[in-house]
């Protein structure tokens, strides 16, 4: 007989929801009811499932030493990385290993809290849009729902960090997004340079960087990860995402082989720190530097957690084409486009590869 809540079924998939996003359980209150398979909203279509014969086994996305980072050749194997691969690992980066633990540890600790206590800061309760717990992407909008709870939080200033961000997880993540601000600086100063812009003025700072959202991803055990998706196939809508993930592994990038559909796993190394390029730095770059497709599989053992910073143009930005790219007569692909406009058709819909891009296109 199927698992209940109550003295219902649970097959029924408004219990389901009721019990996973209002009651603020996530999907890891359904995971800790030790269910032998996912419920049914779970279900991943055929075309969403990542097939295992599609997985490159042989192949890796680039690892770079930054402990020499003014070394000309670090900069360009970060900017080769960014246009063939659009994603990396970084080692040797010099954020405290302490940190990074620290921020996972934080994350359990969020996560580990009683229902009620999370559910303060989902979209109904939350005393700001700034801070927001939730489950899945786009639940309103999703077909299948994804095996992934969540806490976004959007950086407006310390001060209002300290009175609105959960104070379990707060002065890790506000420690983890100020010590590796550094390291962002240094990479988007190579990318930069690899686009002949030779100066970071206040108006670039404010498109490569200007707003920073970190989120804490929670992927509890699930009962049969093939049939589901940790977070489905998407590019981020960043310049840059900075992501720390733990020792379980399930990160997934489309390879650029053959018809592109392979999947490369990024392997977890202790200390490192995952970098790929969003949609607004490959439109800043009218298309050199490339954001990629990713996707995550939840595991079947163990929990997994994963904190992504995403660093973004200020809402308020108008994104496009960098002159300095077009100077060599190179037409523009992207039209100029607000950010928060971007950002807002990201949330609208569910995940759907590169499909954000094209809001852009010319
Ligand atoms: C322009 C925004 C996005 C919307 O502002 P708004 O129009 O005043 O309205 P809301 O804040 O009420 O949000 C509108 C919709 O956006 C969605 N949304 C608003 N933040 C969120 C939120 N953190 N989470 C998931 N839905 C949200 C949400 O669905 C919401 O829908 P709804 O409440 O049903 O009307 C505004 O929040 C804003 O300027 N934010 C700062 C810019 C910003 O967030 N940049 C971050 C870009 S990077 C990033 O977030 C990547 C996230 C990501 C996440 C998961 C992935 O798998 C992959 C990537
Ligand atoms: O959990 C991961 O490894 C990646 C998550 C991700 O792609 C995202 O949050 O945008
Ligand atoms: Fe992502």
């Given at each position: 007989m199927a698992p209940t809540i109550g003295d219902r079924q649970f097959t029924d998939s408004s219990i389901i929801t009721n019990f996973v996003?209002?009651?603020?359980?996530?999907?890891?209150?359904?995971?800790?009811?030790?269910?032998?398979?996912?419920?049914?909203?779970?279900?991943?279509?055929?075309?969403?499932?990542?097939?295992?014969?599609?997985?490159?086994?042989?192949?890796?996305?680039?690892?770079?030493?930054?402990?020499?980072?003014?070394?000309?050749?670090?900069?360009s194997a970060v900017c080769d990385a960014a246009e063939k691969w659009g994603f990396f690992q970084i080692v040797n980066h010099d954020v405290p290993v302490e940190v990074l633990d620290n921020v996972k540890d934080a994350t359990y600790r969020f996560f580990d809290l009683p229902a009620?206590?999370?559910?303060?800061?989902?979209?109904?309760?939350?005393?700001?849009?700034?801070?927001?717990?939730?489950?899945?992407?786009?639940?309103?909008?999703?077909?299948?729902?994804e095996w992934k709870d969540y806490l976004s939080l959007f950086f407006v200033s310390e001060e209002e960090a300290s009175m609105l961000w959960p104070p379990v997880c707060r002065e890790q993540v506000l420690d983890y997004i100020r010590r590796t601000e550094v390291v962002i600086k240094k990479l988007l100063q190579m990318l930069m340079e690899g686009l002949n812009v030779?100066?970071?003025?206040?108006?670039?700072?404010?498109?490569?960087?200007?707003?920073?959202?970190?989120?804490?991803?929670?992927?509890?055990?699930?009962?049969?990860?093939?049939?589901?998706?940790?977070?489905?196939?998407?590019?981020?809508?960043?310049?840059?995402?900075?992501?720390?993930?733990?020792?379980?592994?399930?990160?997934?990038?489309?390879?650029?082989?053959?018809?592109?559909?392979?999947?490369?796993?990024?392997?977890?190394?202790?200390?490192s720190l995952v970098i790929n390029v969003g949609d607004a730095?490959?439109?800043?770059?009218?298309?050199?530097?490339?954001?990629v497709e990713h996707r995550v599989i939840a595991n079947g053992t163990k929990n997994r957690i994963s904190v992504p910073i995403f660093v973004n143009p200020k809402p308020t930005d108008i994104i496009g084409p960098l002159v300095e790219v077009l100077q060599n007569g190179e037409k523009p692909i992207?039209?100029?486009?607000?950010?928060?406009?971007?950002?807002?058709?990201?949330?609208?819909?569910?995940?759907?590869?590169?499909?954000?891009?094209?809001?852009?296109?010319?």
């Open positions: 996003i209002n009651r603020g359980n996530g999907v890891k209150g359904l995971s800790e009811m030790g269910l032998k398979a996912p419920p049914k909203p779970y279900i991943q279509p055929l075309e969403e499932r990542l097939c295992i014969s599609k997985i490159v086994p042989q192949q890796s996305i680039p690892i770079i030493d930054m402990s020499h980072w003014k070394n000309p050749q670090v900069a009620d206590q999370k559910n303060k800061y989902s979209k109904e309760n939350s005393a700001s849009n700034n801070v927001r717990f939730g489950t899945s992407f786009s639940p309103e909008a999703e077909k299948s729902l030779k100066e970071i003025d206040d108006t670039k700072r404010s498109l490569l960087m200007g707003s920073i959202r970190t989120n804490l991803n929670y992927y509890p055990i699930c009962p049969d990860p093939e049939l589901t998706v940790g977070v489905g196939r998407h590019s981020d809508v960043s310049t840059l995402t900075i992501l720390l993930q733990d020792e379980i592994g399930g990160l997934y990038v489309r390879g650029n082989q053959g018809d592109g559909d392979n999947w490369i796993h990024v392997p977890p190394i202790k200390g730095l490959q439109i800043l770059s009218n298309s050199r530097y490339k954001s992207y039209k100029q486009v607000l950010y928060s406009n971007y950002v807002k058709h990201f949330f609208r819909k569910a995940h759907d590869g590169k499909k954000t891009v094209e809001f852009a296109e010319i």
